[in-house]
């Protein structure tokens, strides 16, 4: 039962991926809809990192928390390296170092 679930998961993410990630299908989206997908990678971004960074000490571990400073070394290194790869490889050797400097 547990395979049979994965394997339609899986389906239903590809089918939806392929259809409206595939520029020569004729679906198009209404504007609202593309706007407020606009909105999905940076919410989704939040969920995510946003327990790690504030993990049960809230905002007043912050300071001390190694993935705070790791999240900004980031950002920088997206902003200043416009390479997708070059920026994620980058940004996980500070994230190292950082946790080796501070630990």
Known sequence: M????????????????YLLL???LPIRLPIFIRQAL????????TAICGPILLGDTGLAGLASNPYTYAAIFSI??????KNMLLSVLVS????????????
């Open 76 to 81: 920088g290194c997206a902003l200043v390296i």
């Open 38 to 45: 606009q909105y999905s990678a940076p919410c989704l971004l």
């Open 2 to 17: 547990i395979w049979l679930l994965i394997f339609a998961l899986a389906g239903i993410v590809f089918f939806n991926r």
């Open 92 to 103: 996980l050797a500070g994230f190292y170092a950082l946790l080796y400097l501070m630990s």
């Open 22 to 24: 595939e520029p020569r």
